[in-house]
T-cell receptor, first 114, second 114 residues
Framework: KAGVTQTPRYLIKTRGQQVTLSCSPI?????VSWYQQTPGQGLQFLFE???????NKGNFPGRFSGRQFSNSRSEMNVSTLELGDSALYLC?????????????FGPGTRLTVL | QKEVEQNSGPLSVPEGAIASLNCTYS??????FFWYRQYSGKSPELIMS????GDKEDGRFTAQLNKASQYVSLLIRDSQPSDSATYLC??????????????FGSGTQLTVLP
């Protein structure tokens, strides 16, 4: 079974631009969560989508948004990019959106903001 | 106090030894606990999940949970150089059955010396 895929793997943007990242979950998984990983802050939860609905949201500004499609694929968007948005963005999928469900991570998108 | 705390290490053990990784969490309502392994430049890989007090074994890995002490640990028996990685403890603070919000510790860097 194919794992979680994320595109693109690398991105370079400049301040003020916006970016859209894509995530395809494992087949049969309906929950997609997004995380930001930086050396200083570690892994931080952004938001989770299940059945095209945002179920939970972390403590990030409104510039960070996402959506989920009917096939469970998800996108996250960051508008008005700042230097501090440079990070590894990780997507994780699970079958359901319950606390006990295991999450499996994709390879991530490395975003560099210049 | 951080919500999920881990010793940052680095932790070095000789090949064949037992590596012990520890994690404490602050929120008593936490129900689900996970250990991930992350190699440098890669995304986190799920190793173990544990939900009930006691031990859970999977091959060379044993997860231990003590909810009264708010403590979860990971033991790696017969450590191999290939186990050298950063180990992340993740805690779901949401009550069982509800939406997930994983909080990660900062990780413990483990080096297994040949």
């Amino acid at each position: 079974k194919a794992g979680v895929t994320q595109t693109p793997r690398y991105l370079i943007k400049t301040r003020g631009q916006q970016v859209t990242l894509s995530c395809s979950p494992i087949s049969g998984h309906r929950s997609v969560s997004w995380y930001q990983q930086t050396p200083g802050q570690g892994l931080q939860f952004l938001f989770e989508y299940f059945s095209e609905t945002q179920r939970n949201k972390g403590n990030f500004p409104g510039r960070f948004s996402g959506r989920q499609f009917s096939n469970s694929r998800s996108e996250m968007n960051v508008s008005t990019l700042e230097l501090g948005d440079s990070a590894l963005y990780l997507c994780a999928s699970s079958r359901q959106s319950t606390s006990s469900n295991e999450q499996f991570f994709g390879p991530g998108t490395r975003l560099t903001v210049l | 106090q951080k919500e999920v705390e881990q010793n940052s290490g680095p932790l070095s053990v000789p090949e064949g030894a037992i590596a012990s990784l520890n994690c404490t969490y602050s929120d008593r309502v936490s129900q689900s606990f996970f250990w991930y392994r992350q190699y440098s430049g890669k995304s986190p890989e799920l190793i173990m999940s544990i939900y009930s007090n006691g031990d859970k074994e999977d091959g060379r890995f044993t997860a231990q949970l003590n909810k009264a002490s708010q403590y979860v640990s990971l033991l790696i028996r017969d450590s191999q150089p290939s186990d050298s990685a950063t180990y992340l403890c993740a805690v779901n603070r949401a009550p069982s059955g509800s939406a997930r919000q994983l909080t990660f510790g900062s990780g413990t860097q483990l080096t297994v010396l040949p």
